[in-house]
């Protein structure tokens, strides 16, 4: 009896193992398994709604450099921020990473992130590109373009996104759904610039001059302005860029009938927004995430971002290796701070619902 007993326990005590294995780390399916320094390996711990083939680069160099294995779990950025929080104080997640501030700022409001100072990261990450507090940072930057057709559209008709309200565009203006935080976050801004009255009438105006209900994602709008279905769109400049530059050469051709417009150059700037990062609450290899972050704001890495995303790069200074981008490096931008967006995010989700931007 007691032997089989013992028997019984080292079963049990097998598959708990196999099922806590399982359960508590990520790998590349997004099967969380443990965190792997049980056996002395140093490991990062990547939670990542960032969908772009060439970060699995960023993330090798940086494993080259430093020995630190990078553990990737991918997912949409809310569905990551309720896994974080679900998993509590045993979270294996070390960093969040994400596109759009306004997606930064719900995982800050989550509790999700903890904040850090790094010398290196407040000296290379522009202030406006940062939470204050150091809970988040920017990584990258993408500008909401106008995108316009050259055959219909001259560079002069257009100025501003307040313009686009303007009825001389009824008919002629296309943009993805109000459910996209882009979108979202650009109304946020426009909040900060022109206060709620003039932004309501301003969506208003938007809404009032679609040329059809919002579908599809940027690149969508971009076809569609090609195609001679609207005049102008509102997409994120790496949206255009990566079609510039594709190797398809149906991509390119499109990329030939429109050019990037960015509004504002005499006001406030264009709209930008990031993608980013931040140490998660509980990370349990808190050094090794802090030494990831600062890896991607080296120069080796935002060249990546530049060269294989299309993406700005958020330090100065950094060749881009794009010649596509280069032309466009130069705009002026809006420093609002990104924190802005997800401040306002609510007011400006309210606001586009009742303009009845779909
Ligand atoms: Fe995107």
Request: glycine residues 6%; negative net charge; contains cysteine.
């Amino acid at each position: 009896m007691r032997r089989q007993k013992y028997w019984w326990t080292g079963i049990v005590t097998a598959l708990v193992a196999i099922v806590v294995g399982c359960t508590t780390q990520p790998n590349p399916s997004g099967t969380p398994t443990s965190p792997a320094t049980d056996n002395g390996e140093q490991v990062v711990n990547l939670y990542s709604s960032r969908h772009y083939d060439t970060d699995r680069s960023l993330y090798d160099n940086f494993t080259e450099q430093t020995g630190i294995t990078v553990n990737l779990v991918e997912a949409k950025g809310d569905e990551l921020i309720e896994r974080i929080k679900s998993e509590g104080a045993n979270s294996p997640a070390d960093v969040y990473i994400t596109v759009d501030a306004g997606m930064l700022w719900r995982a800050q409001e989550a509790e999700v992130l903890q904040p850090i100072a790094s010398e290196v990261l407040d000296d290379k990450v522009p202030e406006y590109l940062r939470d204050p507090e150091g809970h988040w940072f920017g990584l990258s930057k993408r500008a909401r373009v106008i995108v316009y057709n050259t055959e219909t559209v001259s560079p002069d008709e257009l100025s501003t996104y307040e313009d686009l309200a303007d009825p001389k565009w009824q008919g002629r203006l296309i943009v993805r759904s109000s459910n996209n935080i882009y979108n979202q976050s650009l109304v946020g801004s426009i909040l900060a610039a022109n206060g709620e009255e003039a932004t309501e009438e301003w969506v208003k105006g938007i809404v009032e001059n679609f040329a059809r209900p919002p579908e599809g994602n940027d690149t969508a709008q971009i076809r569609a302005v090609a195609d001679g279905v609207a005049d102008v769109a509102l997409a994120n400049s790496y949206y255009m860029a990566r079609l510039a530059n594709s190797s398809d050469p149906e991509e390119r051709s499109i990329a030939e009938k429109v050019d990037m417009f960015f509004p504002n150059q005499d006001d406030r700037g264009t709209h930008v927004n990031i993608s980013g990062i931040g140490v998660a609450a509980n990370a349990p290899h808190r050094e090794n995430a802090i030494q990831f972050i600062e890896y991607l704001v080296s120069p080796e890495a935002q060249v990546i971002f530049a060269k294989g995303n299309n993406e700005f790069p958020v330090v100065d200074g950094v060749d881009l290796d794009n010649p596509y981008l280069e032309k466009y490096a130069a705009f002026k931008e809006d420093t609002l701070n990104a924190a802005v967006f997800g401040k306002n995010n609510a007011e400006a989700l309210k606001i586009m619902d009742r303009a009845g931007w779909k």
